[in-house]
């Protein structure tokens, strides 16, 4: 069993900032991609940004440029780094991991809301 562990989502100004971070109970060398989805209401989930075991990025169109995603090997954590957010950012934001034998993984989410 893997857990995730999600934190720093919360209210925003459009425009302004946040940082998630999700934190892996496993070793991130376990694990072959880990990133973050999001869903807003009446709307399915969809891919935000994932990083590969060799640290490739990939990124939703909608923010690139915007949002960067990187990881802690020595943490077990992967950071979403979120600038110049946009009331359409809000969503309750889900990290996930792609374990190497166990499958896949899911937080619990986080809310980030962004203000108009």
């Known amino acids: 069993q893997v857990q995730l562990v999600e934190s720093g989502g919360g209210l925003v100004q459009a425009g302004g900032s946040l940082r998630l971070s999700c934190a892996a109970s496993?070793?991130?060398?376990?694990?072959?991609?880990m990133g973050w989805y999001r869903q807003a209401p009446g709307k399915q989930r969809e891919l935000v940004a994932v990083?590969?075991?060799?640290?490739?990025?990939n990124y939703a169109d909608s923010v690139k440029g915007r949002f960067t995603i990187s990881r802690d090997n020595a943490k077990n954590t992967v950071y979403l780094q979120m600038n110049s957010l946009k009331p359409e950012d809000t969503a309750v934001y889900y990290c996930?991991?792609?374990?190497?034998?166990?499958?896949?993984?899911w937080g619990r989410g986080t809310q980030v809301t962004v203000s108009s």
């Open positions: 996930y991991a792609d374990h190497k034998w166990r499958g896949v993984y």
């Open positions: 496993t070793s991130i060398f376990d694990i072959n991609a």
């Open positions: 990083v590969s075991s060799g640290s490739s990025q």
